[in-house]
T-cell receptor, first 112, second 113 residues
Framework: ETGVTQSPTHLIKTRGQQVTLRCSSQ?????VSWYQQALGQGPQFIFQ???????GRGNFPPRFSGLQFPNYSSELNVNALELDDSALYLC???????????FGSGTRLTVV | SQQGEEDPQALSIQEGENATMNCSYK?????LQWYRQNSGRGLVHLIL?????REKHSGRLRVTLDTSKKSSSLLITASRAADTASYFC?????????????FGKGTKLSVKP
Protein backbone atom coordinates (compact mmCIF):
# COMPACT_ATOMS: atom_id res chain seq x y z
CA GLU A 1 0.00 0.00 0.00
CA THR A 2 1.24 3.49 -0.76
CA GLY A 3 1.56 6.16 1.91
CA VAL A 4 0.71 9.84 1.71
CA THR A 5 2.81 11.82 -0.75
CA GLN A 6 3.10 15.59 -0.87
CA SER A 7 4.54 17.90 -3.49
CA PRO A 8 6.59 19.94 -3.75
CA THR A 9 8.94 19.28 -0.80
CA HIS A 10 10.20 22.86 -0.68
CA LEU A 11 8.86 26.10 -2.08
CA ILE A 12 9.85 29.77 -1.90
CA LYS A 13 7.25 32.41 -2.68
CA THR A 14 7.06 36.18 -2.47
CA ARG A 15 4.64 37.98 -0.15
CA GLY A 16 1.31 38.57 -1.91
CA GLN A 17 1.65 35.62 -4.25
CA GLN A 18 -0.57 32.53 -4.34
CA VAL A 19 0.54 28.94 -3.76
CA THR A 20 -0.92 25.48 -4.36
CA LEU A 21 0.30 22.46 -2.43
CA ARG A 22 -0.66 18.91 -3.40
CA CYS A 23 -1.31 15.71 -1.51
CA SER A 24 -1.99 12.15 -2.59
CA SER A 25 -3.89 10.18 0.03
CA GLN A 26 -3.06 6.68 1.16
CA UNK A 27 -4.90 4.02 -0.80
CA UNK A 28 -8.27 3.19 0.80
CA UNK A 29 -8.51 6.46 2.75
CA UNK A 30 -11.41 8.84 2.07
CA UNK A 31 -10.60 11.90 4.17
CA VAL A 32 -7.73 14.31 3.97
CA SER A 33 -6.69 16.91 6.53
CA TRP A 34 -4.19 19.74 6.28
CA TYR A 35 -2.04 21.11 9.09
CA GLN A 36 0.32 24.07 9.40
CA GLN A 37 3.39 23.68 11.59
CA ALA A 38 5.40 26.78 12.42
CA LEU A 39 9.00 26.35 13.54
CA GLY A 40 9.21 25.02 17.09
CA GLN A 41 5.44 24.51 17.38
CA GLY A 42 3.04 21.63 17.09
CA PRO A 43 0.91 21.25 13.94
CA GLN A 44 -2.31 23.28 13.78
CA PHE A 45 -5.43 22.00 12.03
CA ILE A 46 -6.40 23.97 8.91
CA PHE A 47 -9.29 21.89 7.53
CA GLN A 48 -10.49 18.41 6.61
CA UNK A 49 -12.17 17.20 3.40
CA UNK A 50 -14.51 14.25 3.00
CA UNK A 51 -16.36 13.37 -0.19
CA UNK A 52 -14.95 16.49 -1.85
CA UNK A 53 -16.50 18.84 0.73
CA UNK A 54 -15.00 20.68 3.67
CA UNK A 55 -15.78 18.68 6.80
CA GLY A 56 -14.34 20.89 9.52
CA ARG A 57 -12.10 23.93 9.70
CA GLY A 58 -9.66 25.35 12.18
CA ASN A 59 -8.95 28.98 12.96
CA PHE A 60 -7.57 29.98 9.56
CA PRO A 61 -8.76 32.84 7.31
CA PRO A 62 -10.66 32.24 4.05
CA ARG A 63 -7.53 32.83 1.98
CA PHE A 64 -6.69 29.26 2.97
CA SER A 65 -8.84 27.04 0.79
CA GLY A 66 -8.78 23.47 -0.41
CA LEU A 67 -10.06 20.89 -2.80
CA GLN A 68 -10.49 17.15 -2.66
CA PHE A 69 -10.76 15.21 -5.91
CA PRO A 70 -12.72 12.01 -6.70
CA ASN A 71 -9.53 9.99 -6.33
CA TYR A 72 -9.20 11.46 -2.79
CA SER A 73 -6.11 13.52 -3.65
CA SER A 74 -6.19 17.08 -2.39
CA GLU A 75 -4.88 20.59 -2.84
CA LEU A 76 -4.27 23.37 -0.35
CA ASN A 77 -4.38 26.87 -1.83
CA VAL A 78 -3.18 29.94 -0.02
CA ASN A 79 -3.82 33.39 -1.50
CA ALA A 80 -2.17 36.69 -0.69
CA LEU A 81 0.77 35.05 1.08
CA GLU A 82 2.07 36.68 4.23
CA LEU A 83 5.46 36.24 5.87
CA ASP A 84 3.79 34.37 8.77
CA ASP A 85 2.58 31.71 6.33
CA SER A 86 6.14 30.38 6.26
CA ALA A 87 5.80 26.91 7.77
CA LEU A 88 5.76 23.19 7.16
CA TYR A 89 2.42 22.13 5.66
CA LEU A 90 1.38 18.59 6.45
CA CYS A 91 -1.29 16.49 4.83
CA UNK A 92 -2.87 13.51 6.60
CA UNK A 93 -5.30 10.94 5.29
CA UNK A 94 -7.60 8.55 7.08
CA UNK A 95 -10.71 6.46 6.70
CA UNK A 96 -13.67 8.34 8.19
CA UNK A 97 -14.76 6.70 11.42
CA UNK A 98 -11.59 4.69 11.78
CA UNK A 99 -8.76 5.53 14.10
CA UNK A 100 -5.36 6.84 13.14
CA UNK A 101 -3.95 9.13 10.52
CA UNK A 102 -1.15 8.74 8.01
CA PHE A 103 0.89 11.87 7.47
CA GLY A 104 2.94 12.89 4.48
CA SER A 105 6.48 14.28 4.73
CA GLY A 106 5.26 17.83 4.29
CA THR A 107 5.94 20.84 2.11
CA ARG A 108 8.18 23.52 3.57
CA LEU A 109 6.94 26.91 2.39
CA THR A 110 9.09 29.99 2.78
CA VAL A 111 7.53 33.38 2.10
CA VAL A 112 10.00 36.22 1.50
CA SER B 1 -4.66 26.98 19.66
CA GLN B 2 -2.72 24.20 21.36
CA GLN B 3 -4.64 21.86 23.66
CA GLY B 4 -1.88 19.50 24.71
CA GLU B 5 1.16 20.52 26.66
CA GLU B 6 4.09 18.16 26.67
CA ASP B 7 6.53 18.01 29.51
CA PRO B 8 9.47 18.26 29.47
CA GLN B 9 10.14 20.46 26.44
CA ALA B 10 13.51 18.77 25.99
CA LEU B 11 15.01 15.56 27.33
CA SER B 12 18.55 14.25 26.95
CA ILE B 13 19.42 10.67 27.96
CA GLN B 14 21.99 7.95 27.30
CA GLU B 15 21.32 4.98 25.08
CA GLY B 16 19.73 2.16 27.04
CA GLU B 17 17.95 4.45 29.50
CA ASN B 18 14.18 4.90 29.60
CA ALA B 19 12.53 8.12 28.42
CA THR B 20 9.25 9.38 29.84
CA MET B 21 7.25 12.20 28.31
CA ASN B 22 4.05 13.64 29.71
CA CYS B 23 1.09 15.33 28.07
CA SER B 24 -1.76 17.30 29.58
CA TYR B 25 -4.90 18.43 27.80
CA LYS B 26 -7.95 20.56 28.55
CA UNK B 27 -11.19 19.20 27.10
CA UNK B 28 -12.90 15.79 26.90
CA UNK B 29 -11.46 13.49 24.26
CA UNK B 30 -12.36 10.50 22.10
CA UNK B 31 -8.75 9.36 21.92
CA LEU B 32 -5.18 10.53 22.39
CA GLN B 33 -2.40 9.77 19.94
CA TRP B 34 1.38 10.02 20.06
CA TYR B 35 3.46 10.93 17.02
CA ARG B 36 7.20 11.15 16.30
CA GLN B 37 8.80 13.72 14.03
CA ASN B 38 12.36 13.56 12.77
CA SER B 39 14.11 16.81 11.84
CA GLY B 40 10.97 18.79 11.01
CA ARG B 41 9.67 16.30 8.48
CA GLY B 42 6.47 14.24 8.46
CA LEU B 43 4.77 12.82 11.53
CA VAL B 44 4.86 9.10 12.22
CA HIS B 45 1.95 7.65 14.16
CA LEU B 46 3.21 5.69 17.17
CA ILE B 47 0.24 4.66 19.25
CA LEU B 48 -3.40 5.56 19.92
CA UNK B 49 -5.21 5.14 23.22
CA UNK B 50 -8.97 5.49 23.48
CA UNK B 51 -10.67 7.41 26.26
CA UNK B 52 -11.94 4.17 27.87
CA UNK B 53 -8.45 2.63 27.97
CA ARG B 54 -5.92 3.22 30.72
CA GLU B 55 -2.74 1.64 29.35
CA LYS B 56 -1.46 0.40 26.03
CA HIS B 57 1.77 -1.21 24.84
CA SER B 58 3.46 -1.41 21.48
CA GLY B 59 6.97 -2.85 21.35
CA ARG B 60 9.18 -0.60 23.50
CA LEU B 61 6.38 1.96 23.92
CA ARG B 62 4.00 2.17 26.83
CA VAL B 63 1.26 4.77 26.98
CA THR B 64 -0.98 5.56 29.93
CA LEU B 65 -4.08 7.74 30.02
CA ASP B 66 -5.72 9.30 33.06
CA THR B 67 -8.90 11.02 31.94
CA SER B 68 -9.66 12.27 35.46
CA LYS B 69 -6.39 14.23 35.42
CA LYS B 70 -6.56 14.88 31.67
CA SER B 71 -3.04 13.58 31.24
CA SER B 72 -1.08 10.93 29.39
CA SER B 73 2.46 9.63 29.47
CA LEU B 74 4.66 7.96 26.87
CA LEU B 75 7.45 5.68 28.06
CA ILE B 76 10.15 4.52 25.66
CA THR B 77 12.17 1.71 27.21
CA ALA B 78 15.78 0.83 26.39
CA SER B 79 16.18 3.92 24.20
CA ARG B 80 18.36 3.93 21.09
CA ALA B 81 20.11 6.75 19.25
CA ALA B 82 17.52 6.28 16.47
CA ASP B 83 14.79 7.36 18.93
CA THR B 84 16.19 10.91 18.77
CA ALA B 85 13.26 12.99 17.51
CA SER B 86 10.45 15.28 18.63
CA TYR B 87 7.43 13.58 20.17
CA PHE B 88 3.92 15.08 20.07
CA CYS B 89 0.70 14.13 21.74
CA UNK B 90 -2.52 14.89 19.88
CA UNK B 91 -6.10 14.68 21.09
CA UNK B 92 -9.17 13.98 19.02
CA UNK B 93 -12.69 14.85 20.10
CA UNK B 94 -16.09 13.44 19.20
CA UNK B 95 -18.50 14.05 16.35
CA UNK B 96 -17.70 17.22 14.49
CA UNK B 97 -14.30 17.37 16.14
CA UNK B 98 -13.22 14.09 14.58
CA UNK B 99 -10.36 14.69 12.18
CA UNK B 100 -9.30 17.79 14.05
CA UNK B 101 -6.21 16.62 15.92
CA UNK B 102 -5.07 19.14 18.52
CA PHE B 103 -1.32 18.90 19.08
CA GLY B 104 0.93 20.06 21.86
CA LYS B 105 4.27 21.78 21.29
CA GLY B 106 6.22 18.54 21.61
CA THR B 107 9.11 17.09 23.58
CA LYS B 108 12.51 17.07 21.90
CA LEU B 109 14.27 13.83 22.83
CA SER B 110 18.00 13.38 22.37
CA VAL B 111 19.48 9.93 22.92
CA LYS B 112 23.27 9.91 23.12
CA PRO B 113 25.21 6.82 22.05
Amino acid sequence: ETGVTQSPTHLIKTRGQQVTLRCSSQSGHNTVSWYQQALGQGPQFIFQYYREEENGRGNFPPRFSGLQFPNYSSELNVNALELDDSALYLCASSLLGAYGYTFGSGTRLTVV
Amino acid sequence: SQQGEEDPQALSIQEGENATMNCSYKTSINNLQWYRQNSGRGLVHLILIRSNEREKHSGRLRVTLDTSKKSSSLLITASRAADTASYFCATEGYGGSQGNLIFGKGTKLSVKP
